[in-house]
T-cell receptor
Framework: DTGVSQNPRHKITKRGQNVTFRCDPI?????LYWYRQTLGQGPEFLTYFQNEAQLEKSRLLSDRFSAERPKGSFSTLEIQRTEQGDSAMYLC??????????FGPGTRLTVL | GDSVTQMEGPVTLSEEAFLTINCTYTATGYPSLFWYVQYPGEGLQLLLKATKADDKGSNKGFEATYRKETTSFHLEKGSVQVSDSAVYFC????????????FGKGTRLSVIA
């Protein structure tokens, strides 16, 4: 399977803990996106990378959130000091330049 | 800013009924338009797209026409099946290429036999 992959698929954590998610994009794709989706809502943009450069960050991305794409391939999204409001599905997606965007299956985060 | 507005669901139809899901957009530039679908327990999948005015995107019996004059991209299917039950998202991206996809809130479709 050469689609976008995300790990873990599910994460349950206690409030105040740090969590890190990984995304592996489609191999030739230079753009990588992170979105967040809550129940009954459409995906909300968080941030995106072109190669290793982080080009845009949403106002939704508080200081507790950080994303990296160190070698322009896989990416990590870290949430520090998690809060119950962080519970959501975190979606990763990739594209070749401004072409079609392909999504991964998501990581479901539950903060207790 | 750029935004997408979809008709609120849920939409419940009988098998073989005609489907329309309305989508309108506001864009600061010239967008490409998309419909994505999310089947139960699965990730978002691209259903169809249109990149310029009057283009018609189509796939799996679904169609949508890019109407610049009404800033709309309504999704239609002539005869729905139970397997079409899913959440449908309208989305746009500016053709300038340096902005991310912007999604509507989604419309849940349930098709009953």
């Amino acid at each position: 399977d050469t689609g976008v992959s995300q790990n873990p698929r599910h994460k349950i954590t206690k409030r105040g803990q740090n969590v890190t998610f990984r995304c592996d994009p489609i191999s030739e794709h230079n753009r990588l996106y992170w979105y967040r989706q809550t129940l009954g809502q459409g995906p909300e943009f968080l941030t995106y990378f072109q190669n290793e450069a982080q080009l845009e960050k949403s106002r939704l991305l508080s200081d507790r959130f950080s994303a990296e794409r160190p070698k322009g391939s896989f990416s990590t999204l870290e949430i520090q000091r998690t809060e119950q409001g962080d519970s959501a599905m975190y979606l990763c997606a990739s594209s070749l330049d401004s072409g079609v965007v392909f999504f991964g299956p998501g990581t479901r985060l539950t903060v207790l | 800013g750029d935004s997408v507005t979809q008709m609120e669901g849920p939409v419940t139809l009988s098998e073989e009924a005609f489907l329309t899901i309305n989508c309108t957009y506001t864009a600061t530039g010239y967008p490409s338009l998309f419909w994505y679908v999310q089947y139960p327990g699965e990730g978002l999948q691209l259903l169809l797209k249109a990149t310029k005015a009057d283009d018609k995107g189509s796939n799996k019996g679904f169609e949508a026409t890019y109407r610049k004059e009404t800033t709309s991209f309504h999704l239609e299917k002539g005869s729905v099946q139970v397997s079409d039950s899913a959440v449908y998202f309208c989305a746009l991206i500016l053709n300038s290429g340096n902005t991310p996809l912007v999604f509507g809130k989604g419309t849940r479709l349930s098709v009953i036999a």
